[in-house]
């Protein structure tokens, strides 16, 4: 699916017996994956593909978000 330049590569999985993966309002599906065009911040005037996800932790079982640029893999932006 895409809208503008954001595309929905996998919407992933649903956890519901973790309740580390959702709450009354949000859900954090394990596989989600999405790309979106933007502007690289290593190279101005140059326009990038950023990927973000959704995987998880094995040791704790939470969700980890990820984004990268692809002028910028080295750089990966980890939160939890």
Known sequence: IQRG???VLSFGSIVPHSLNFHSERLIFP???R???LFWS???PGKVVCYTCSIVERTEDNKPVF???A???R???VVSE
Do not use: H
């Open 41 to 43: 911040y290593k190279m």
């Open 74 to 76: 080295e750089n990966l």
């Open 70 to 72: 692809e002028d910028d």
């Open 30 to 32: 394990v596989g989600f």
């Open 66 to 68: 990820t984004v990268f």
């Open 5 to 7: 330049s954001l595309q």
């Open 34 to 36: 999405a790309i979106r």
